[in-house]
């Protein structure tokens, strides 16, 4: 295994008294394509949340680079968030900005290149997720589920990151969308290098583009490894979770 880029140490989380986490540890390589996975309430979007710095765990430590998040002064916490690129579940563009003002808003404030400089940038980061020359002028609002994805994704990979976070980067797409984003994910991560950690319930996201599958359960690390890995797990969600497309495989 090559050096981690994200090492996640016995991380234990509480939310309005209730415990999230007890103990989560693992580690994400440079390169890979990691997803996580787990049931309703098992707290997968809390723990990337904790893993880019934006919600403290009760206790463990987090490091990104071999750097510990938690402990990071504020200058060194803005030097990693700019390694890294996030997608949050609703893409979060903001609704006032085109996709080209969108994508050109983390240049204009993390560089010091001119507007033009951003705006050539911005494009060429459209044209990257394969967005037409026509959805620069857009307002979010006018695009579809799809398109509003990679305008996003656009977003995130604009200060040309070397980790890139997904939160349920296919929920609300159709599956030909869903199945065309996955693609575009596994291009970008071979042709950039770019290590992905994503959070996602989709099983043909596992099987079609993730190299390893780190599992919540009961608050803590039920398995992880490939998909055949954890399909020899005796552990009932896990049955139910696979069993679907197994049987769809085999009948």
């Known amino acids: 295994m090559s050096e981690p880029v994200i090492e996640v140490s016995n991380i234990v989380t509480r939310l309005s008294g209730s415990l999230i986490h007890d103990g989560v540890s693992f580690n994400v390589a440079r390169g890979e394509v990691t997803a996580l996975i787990g049931g309703s309430g098992t707290g997968k979007s809390v723990l990337l949340k904790e893993i880019i710095g934006l919600i403290r765990p009760q206790s463990g430590s987090i490091k990104l680079f071999g750097e510990d998040v938690w402990a990071a002064n504020d200058v060194k916490l803005m030097g990693l968030r700019k390694r890294f690129g996030v997608l949050f579940q609703d893409g979060a563009l903001f609704s006032s900005l085109t ?66 976070f997904l939160d349920e980067p296919t929920s609300g797409l159709d599956p030909i969308s869903a199945r065309a984003f996955d693609h575009l994910i596994r291009i970008l991560s071979n042709s950039l290098g770019l290590t992905v950690f994503l959070v996602t319930h989709d099983l043909d996201t596992l099987l079609s583009m993730v190299n390893r599958i780190v599992v919540l359960a009961r608050g803590k690390v039920l398995g992880q490894g490939t998909v055949e890995d954890l399909r020899k797990i005796d552990d009932p969600w896990l049955q139910d979770y696979f069993s679907a497309r197994f049987v769809e495989e085999h009948a």
């Open 99 to 164: 996709v080209e003002q969108n994508v050109a808003a983390p240049l204009h404030e993390h560089t010091s290149l001119s507007p033009r400089e951003c705006i050539e940038l911005a494009r060429l980061k459209i044209a990257l997720v394969g967005l037409p020359a026509t959805a620069r002028s857009k307002m979010p609002s006018e695009l579809s589920g799809g398109m509003r994805k990679r305008a996003a994704l656009a977003r995130a990979l604009a200060l040309d990151p070397e980790l890139l």
